[in-house]
């Protein structure tokens, strides 16, 4: 029986015998025994192992190099060494699979761009690990915030034939030839319409919300936006709550209160993944994620943070005027500079957002808002985007003829206005983002196991 190095590393007390599997990090030969430190990726630490010479298996000790597979069988015992309680004294050593001398991950400091172009065997470098531990348990804490509170999980489906952002940023899906123009028409094409990868689940969410009440997805994401940015891909993971009988008071509430949860998750439950962020990736990580656990998010209308990126004298390279959107220096200004915390910025202007958003009325001076609102972090900017819907099915039409949508295409989604209609709202968080927000991660890339961005789809 194999038993994983996090378990060994905190066994109750010594074991008579005990067997683990892993790849090797470091061996040093003395004269009558080796050291091995075995990682099998189960937790950041190493398990070290002590093997005398001429024990079973020590003929191929000389093998066991960097990154080969091994099994180690023996007693587990208190370590007299710092820094591990445990080690094992081994009474057999078996060399399962070797590496060779040309192992790319032989020693540490190899830049991200390089652990890229080797993602397959990026994830048995320590950082890498890490991150996808973080990765997967945050994924579980996605999942335990709805469920307790009575979200129901839905799968919305990943082929679409409708636009929700409206931004045109789809990847078509198509079994058509590109070499055969005769057979390029929509109706020879498998659906016999054109149709894409989703850029969101919201739409067809909107429609289990009106019916189960409180709802999530939680999947892949495609956006062909060509923006090469640090905090863009093309292939993300979104999760999206939408509730009934909810207002945009209601969602902001719900957004924060997600934020805050999943931050507050990484802190106390990370197995001691955190560490290696703290120390070489982001210093101050952890006295960040503790003041966005505890402190209230800023809230500030889209018309008051126009007023202050206008007041804050700062040299933009998008100049700030009301009517524009708020590009990410904008946002970034507000939230590290202005604020110095997590803000939640809400009404935005209505010739700027989708079709779907709540038409507010307009203010004293006749400039139109929708019920839109973005949670901003330090060092990311957006994390969250969401609304309140709009629920009223003649500004609904008003707004989807203004956005040249046709009503045939969106008959369902007028639909769940025309039966029933109630108020309801909800919001998109990129999984990534708040991944690299809560481990200090620089790039979207190193966030994901196998990233695609514009002119990159290795693996
Ligand atoms: O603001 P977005 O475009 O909103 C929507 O798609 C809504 N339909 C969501 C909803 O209301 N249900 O995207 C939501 C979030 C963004 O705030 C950002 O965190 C992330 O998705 N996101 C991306 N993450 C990585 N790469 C990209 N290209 C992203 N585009 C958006
Ligand atoms: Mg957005």
Redesign the pocket.
């Known amino acids: 029986m194999r038993t994983l190095i996090k378990r060994a590393l905190i066994s109750n007390g010594p074991m008579d015998s005990i067997t683990i599997k892993g790849w090797v990090r470091t061996r040093r030969n003395a004269k009558e025994f080796s050291f091995l430190e075995i990682n099998d990726g189960s937790c950041l630490a190493n398990i070290q192992c002590i093997a005398d010479a001429g024990i079973p298996g020590y003929e191929d000790a000389a093998r066991m190099t960097t990154g080969a597979a091994v099994g180690i069988t023996g007693k587990l015992i208190e370590s007299p060494g710092k820094g591990q309680q445990w080690e094992i004294h081994a009474s057999h050593i078996e060399l399962i699979g070797e590496a060779p001398a040309d192992y790319p991950l032989q020693k540490k400091g190899h830049s991200p761009e390089f652990l890229r172009s080797i993602s397959h065997l990026r994830p048995r470098a320590n950082l890498y690990g890490a991150t996808f531990r973080m990765r997967s348990r945050m994924a579980q804490a996605v999942h335990r915030f709805f469920d307790q509170r009575d979200f129901t999980y839905v799968h919305t489906p990943i082929i679409t034939d409708s636009d929700?952002?409206g931004?045109g940023?789809m990847f078509r899906v198509t079994t058509l030839d590109p070499t055969s123009p005769e057979k390029q028409r929509f109706e020879n094409d498998f659906f016999e319409k054109p149709t894409y990868l989703t850029?969101?689940?919201?739409?067809e969410?909107e429609a289990f919300a009106t019916a189960l009440s409180n709802i999530y997805?939680f999947g892949p994401?495609f956006?062909a936006?060509n923006?090469n940015t640090t905090?863009?891909?093309?292939e993300?993971w979104?999760i999206?709550?939408?509730m009934a009988f909810c207002d945009l008071e209601g969602d902001m509430d719900i957004a924060e209160e997600f934020t805050q949860y999943l931050v507050r998750d990484t802190l106390e439950h990370n197995d001691g993944d955190l560490d290696i962020f703290a120390r070489f990736v982001d210093k101050g990580l952890i006295d960040r994620l503790e003041f966005v656990a505890d402190k209230p998010f800023q809230r500030v209308s889209y018309t008051e943070a126009v007023e202050i990126l206008e007041k804050s004298g700062k040299k933009f390279d998008y100049p700030v005027e009301w009517g524009v959107n708020l590009q990410s220096e904008h946002e970034r200004f507000l939230t590290e500079e202005h604020f110095n915390s997590p803000v939640t910025v809400y009404n935005y202007p209505k010739s700027v957002k989708?079709f779907?958003m709540r038409t507010n009325e307009a203010d004293n001076q006749g400039r139109e808002t929708v019920t839109a609102m973005?949670?901003l972090v330090p060092g990311?900017g957006?994390?969250?985007?969401?609304?309140q819907r709009e629920e009223r099915i003649d500004i609904l039409k008003a707004n989807m003829a203004a956005h040249q949508l046709s009503e045939k295409d969106y008959r369902w989604y007028l639909d769940l206005r025309k039966y029933g209609t109630c108020p309801h709202a909800?919001?998109?968080?990129?999984?990534?983002?708040?991944l690299m927000f809560v481990t200090g991660m620089k790039n979207?890339r190193d966030v994901i196991p196998f990233s695609r961005t514009p002119g990159s789809c290795d693996f």
């Open positions: 929700c952002e931004a940023e850029v969101s689940g919201q739409l969410g997805t994401t956006r936006e923006s905090r863009h891909a093309s993300f979104m999206e709550p939408e989708p779907y973005d949670v990311i957006e994390i969250i985007g969401g609304a909800g919001f998109g968080m990129g999984f990534e983002r708040m979207i």
